[in-house]
């Protein structure tokens, strides 16, 4: 009897981890699509806004990569009610279909010389359903990942979350490196630019395969068999009600997600671009540079998960906001347009983000039960990257440009000390059992 025991437990732990294997594949997709848009930024912004000038066309089509975070919180509200309504696997098929079209009708837009503004109108509603649909994958994917893994390990396994967010800009990044090596400078502004989103589309066809051959996870059916079985005995639940009874767990993820995500899209989305525009750094040195630091990134990731599962997700959030806030100006007055500079002021910061990263999706997973997960860890979440991450690009780049660097590196300061003292006043979830939640 034990021996079959522990060979079921064993075939399920299998099963679940083939699941998160097609789980993170599915987000490095994702990922790549979204963060495609902001990597490639130098290469085509003159095709949609040429008249502005180099630095006036990069910082409005960094406004429009900035308007597709406004839109994640839309996505996150419609695919976080869809994914505790509806199921996970649902929310993050539909999700990715709607990411992936994104990028693919970036790929094949006009340009502006072609068609004028109407090339602008169609780059803006790619790009709002590539937020869209990402804000969706956060809604379903986390809460996903969170309820098929074993709780003890739950840090290490949902490490792989934030390690595919990576290896879909590493994916991108390296992407950036084969062109600037293989086209010239005029060939990626005319037309190599197309390659990546075009291509970004085409891999969604494989994402939603991987999608589709997913099983539910067992607590979300067993709460909705749960939910069917008192349907005519209980009054139907108020959307808003259960939202505004967890409030104080979303303002929580609120707060945590934005300090984080202004590190995460300054250094990790922007961060080759930003050496290349701000700093005047050679293209294929800021790629190869970034895609380096990345891998840097890879490397500490599963063992901040571990460090997370022993030590709780909160120690991770603290070593990450009160060290980040310590290094940010010395991080920036290394930063420069020599390799060694750019690799060492990427280096650190990334393996400091690590630290959260690693921890935050389970973190955020653990603060809510079944019935309300999906849509109380994505909607804010999706809020705090529109405000924060989405803007982050922008606001760095702007800042720069008049010689304000510094005010923008007080400001990341603060908000990398503001989410330690979110994580700090928060419950310790480490090992929290999300079956009977």
């Known amino acids: 009897m034990l021996g079959e025991t522990t060979e079921k437990k064993t075939r399920a732990e299998s099963k679940s981890r083939g699941a998160m294997v097609r789980t993170v594949l599915g987000i490095v997709l994702e990922y790549y699509d979204f963060a495609v848009f902001g990597i490639f ?11 502005a000038g180099s630095i ?7 406004t429009v990569f900035a308007v597709g975070f406004l839109f994640r919180p839309a996505g996150s509200v419609f695919f976080g009610w869809l994914a505790d309504k509806r199921g996970r696997k649902t929310a993050m098929v539909i999700a990715m279909t709607v990411t992936a079209t994104g990028s693919l009708a970036i790929g094949v837009s006009p340009t502006s010389s072609s068609i004028g503004v109407a090339a602008v109108v169609i780059l803006i509603v790619a790009r709002i359903m590539q937020g869209f649909g990402y804000g969706g994958e956060n809604a379903a994917a986390y809460s996903y990942s969170a309820e098929i893994a074993p709780s003890k390990r739950r840090g290490l396994w949902m490490s792989f979350n934030g390690m595919a967010l990576i290896l879909g800009i590493m994916a991108a990044t390296a992407i950036g490196t084969v062109l600037t090596t293989a086209f010239t400078a005029e060939q990626m502004e005319s037309w190599a630019w197309r390659i990546p989103f075009i291509l970004g589309g085409f891999t969604g066809l494989f994402g939603l395969y991987l999608r589709r051959s997913l099983h539910e996870s067992e607590a979300f059916t067993d709460h909705a068999e749960k939910s069917a079985r008192n349907a005519d005995h209980a009054p139907k639940p108020s959307q808003f009600k259960d939202l505004w009874e967890h409030r104080g767990g979303m303002l929580r993820v609120l707060l945590m997600t934005a300090g984080i995500t202004v590190t995460f899209y300054s250094w990790v989305v922007n961060g080759a671009a930003n050496a290349i525009v701000s700093y005047g750094a050679d293209k ?6 970034a895609l380096i630091s990345q891998a840097i990134y890879i490397v500490a990731t599963p063992f ?18 009160i060290t980040t806030a310590v290094l940010a100006f010395p991080v920036v007055w290394i930063m420069g347009s020599e390799w060694w500079q750019m690799l060492i002021a990427m280096s650190v910061s ?9 921890a935050n999706t389970a973190f955020y997973a653990e603060l809510f039960p079944t019935s309300v997960r999906s849509r109380g860890v994505a909607i804010p979440y999706g809020l705090g990257i529109a405000v924060f991450g989405g803007t982050a690009p922008l606001l760095d780049t702007w800042l720069h440009s008049i010689g304000l660097q510094q005010v923008f590196t007080v400001y990341a300061l603060l908000m990398s000390l503001g989410a330690a003292v979110a994580a700090w006043r928060s419950p310790e979830t480490a090992g929290r059992n999300l079956h009977d939640a």
Do not use: E, I
């Not at 006036?56 to 089509?61: C, E």
């Not at 294929?284 to 540079?289: G, H």
């Not at 990334?350 to 690693?358: D, E, G, H, K, Q």
């Open 304 to 321: 901040w998960g571990r460090f997370s599962d022993r030590f709780g997700r909160r120690a991770n959030f603290l070593v990450y906001g």
């Open 41 to 51: 930024t130098p290469f085509f912004s003159k095709q949609f806004f040429g008249g």
């Open 284 to 289: 294929q040195t800021a790629f190869t540079v």
């Open 350 to 358: 990334l393996v400091l983000l690590s630290a959260a990263t690693a």
């Open 56 to 62: 006036g066309a990069t910082l409005s089509v960094l």
